[in-house]
């Protein structure tokens, strides 16, 4: 039955909040405290949402219908009436046209997102709002030039970041390939300017991948009278050569000594990831565990445990003992690992590429199950540490 505007008047708030139904999605919420809000609920790409219409009596019945009503034509275009708001409160963008760049970008990152880690999807829109919304977001899609998008890739050129210039040009092309397959832009333009900005130098991240070095580099994470929790990390990372990222965000939860496994989802893929723990490993986490073991974190922030360790917190540890960046960073550990194993210790480069958990590959082009070849995993991290071990000790 469709409200009334009796029914509405009427209503008394109770214990928990309720809806009274209207039609096509639009209800109203009334809270415990009285307070009456217009709701609207659809669909999206296949994903439930919802769209705030406005507090009664402000925004009577048929106020509320007609804001539905535009919410449903918004649908109609294939556009999502959340992301189009979200566009038009932005200072940047005051046209309010669905078919700006600014508003179809938006659209766009909600819609894929939640499918990448947390710390891409927020590179990806800081990129978007510092140096592209700027200058394109609020123009119409069929208005933007290549010359437009060349000269908003430059500007990022000059200051020196063309790695940045480049991933830029790649964002605005997934945008515009949306777009096209939301009928909102005929094609994408940005393939107009591949080659239009030099190529990115390279840059490998620092690594110590001689014997004699690491030996040194052991020694002195060792012997580091800092925090016990960043101690144990920095002792922990060669052991394990997970990225940086999952080196802190590590969970209680996922480690069982017993076993001696770490089970995690990989950041960069979001797939299933078993860091074999070795006896050197489960040794570091069992003296650790008393201090952090009651938390969520195994290497909690230092003022709040309800967070993981910074990020630059290992690297502010080894400059404090004189590693300078040129030298070794969190990332390093993965090549020095994935160098020595190889051609020092010999072990196969398939399980070395598992552990890694980079994407590896059959014959036939099947990729193998990250948690594959468990077996001689642990033998070879078993190994890995005993090496280690023996290096810092003077013994290799």
Not at 6 to 13: E, Q
Not at 145 to 162: N, S, Y
Not at 282 to 288: C, P, Q, S, V, Y
Request: hydrophobic fraction near 40%.
């Amino acid at each position: 039955m469709a409200l009334t505007d009796l029914i509405i008047r009427t209503a008394k708030p109770a214990q928990k909040p309720y809806r009274l139904y209207d039609s096509a999605g639009l209800y109203l919420e009334v809270a415990p405290s009285g307070g009456k809000w217009w709701r609207f609920k659809y669909h999206f790409h296949g994903k439930e949402k919802r769209l705030s219409l406005g507090v009664y009596p402000k925004v009577g019945l048929r106020e509320a219908r007609l804001r539905r009503g535009d919410a449903l034509g918004l649908l109609a275009q294939g556009i999502d009436p959340s992301a189009q708001r979200q566009a038009e409160k932005n200072p940047l963008c005051q046209t309010g046209d669905p078919h700006s760049f600014e508003t179809v970008a938006r659209e766009w990152f909600a819609r894929f997102s939640p499918t990448w880690a947390e710390s891409h999807a927020t590179r990806i829109i800081r990129r978007l709002e510092r140096d592209v919304f700027p200058w394109l977001g609020a123009h119409h899609l069929a208005r933007i030039t290549p010359a437009m998008v060349l000269e908003v890739l430059r500007r990022i050129e000059e200051r020196g970041a063309i790695e940045t210039a480049h991933r830029a040009r790649e964002n605005c092309s997934q945008v515009f390939r949306y777009a096209v397959a939301t009928q909102r832009a005929q094609r994408d333009l940005t393939a107009d300017l591949r080659g239009a900005i030099p190529p990115a130098k390279v840059r490998h991240f620092p690594a110590v991948i001689e014997p004699k070095q690491v030996a040194v580099l052991l020694r002195t994470l060792h012997d580091y009278e800092g925090s016990f929790v960043v101690k144990c990390a920095m002792r922990l990372a060669p052991l394990v050569f997970v990225r940086p990222g999952e080196l802190r965000m590590a969970k209680w939860e996922d480690i069982d000594l017993a076993a001696g496994e770490w089970r995690f989802t990989v950041s960069k893929t979001r797939t299933a990831h078993v860091v074999p723990l070795a006896r050197q490993a489960i040794a570091i986490l069992a003296e650790l565990q008393p201090l952090t073991g009651t938390g969520q974190y195994v290497f909690p922030c230092a003022r709040t445990a309800q967070r993981p360790m910074s990020d630059n917190a290992i690297l502010a540890a080894m400059r404090r003992m004189g590693i300078d960046r040129d030298t070794m960073t969190g990332h390093g550990f993965r090549a020095m690992a994935r160098t020595i194993l190889d051609e020092v210790l010999g072990v196969r480069a398939d399980l070395i590429e598992h552990q890694l958990a980079h994407a590896v590959r059959d014959p036939h082009g099947r990729a193998y199950n990250r948690t594959a070849h468990l077996p001689e995993r642990v033998a070879m991290m078993q190994l890995w540490a005993d090496y280690l071990e023996r290096l810092r000790l003077g013994d290799a």
